[in-house]
C-alpha cells in the first residue's frame, strides 16, 4: 500500500508542476514552489525585502498590480542591482482565484534587460 501511495506522489508531482503556464517571450527560471496561496503577493516578498537599500547606480524597483478578465496580475521589476551584465530584471505572476477564495498560480515568467546587448527589448536569455 505504501508503495502505491508513493508511486501515485511521484507521479502526480510531475502534473502539478505542468499546470503553470510560463508566459510567452519569458523564462521559468526560478519558478516559485508554493503556487496556491492565500496572499499572492506573499511570493514576491521574497523578492521585495532583498532588493538593496543602496547601491552603486541608484537600484530601482517597480512593483504593480492588476486584474484584467479576472486574472490577477503581478510584476516585479528590478533595475540598477549591480550587475554588470544584468540591466533589469522582471518577474511575473498570473493567479485565479479558486472557490475556496484561495489564490492558484497558473502562469510565470521572468526575462531580463542586458546591458551589452545594445538594446531595450526583455529577453528570457542569459544576458552575454
Known amino acids: 500500500m505504501r508503495r502505491l ?3 501515485a506522489c511521484l507521479v ?3 502534473l502539478a508542476a505542468q499546470t503553470v503556464q510560463i508566459l510567452p517571450g519569458y523564462s521559468d527560471f526560478r519558478l516559485p514552489e508554493t503556487q496556491v496561496v492565500d496572499r499572492p503577493m506573499s511570493l514576491m516578498m521574497d523578492w521585495l525585502l532583498s532588493f538593496p537599500e543602496s547601491a552603486e547606480g541608484g537600484p530601482q524597483v517597480d512593483l504593480s498590480a492588476k486584474v484584467e478578465e479576472g486574472r490577477l496580475m503581478i510584476e ?5 542591482g549591480g550587475d554588470d551584465s544584468v540591466r533589469a530584471i522582471q518577474r511575473r ?3 485565479l482565484q ?4 484561495r489564490w492558484q498560480l497558473v502562469a510565470y515568467g521572468f526575462r531580463q534587460q ?3 546587448s545594445g538594446s531595450d527589448d526583455w529577453t528570457d536569455r542569459p544576458c552575454p
Open 5 to 7: 501511495l508513493l508511486s
Open 98 to 101: 479558486t472557490e475556496g477564495g
Open 114 to 116: 542586458c546591458w551589452r
Open 12 to 14: 502526480a508531482s510531475p
Open 76 to 80: 516585479f521589476t528590478d533595475a540598477g
Open 93 to 95: 505572476m498570473e493567479f
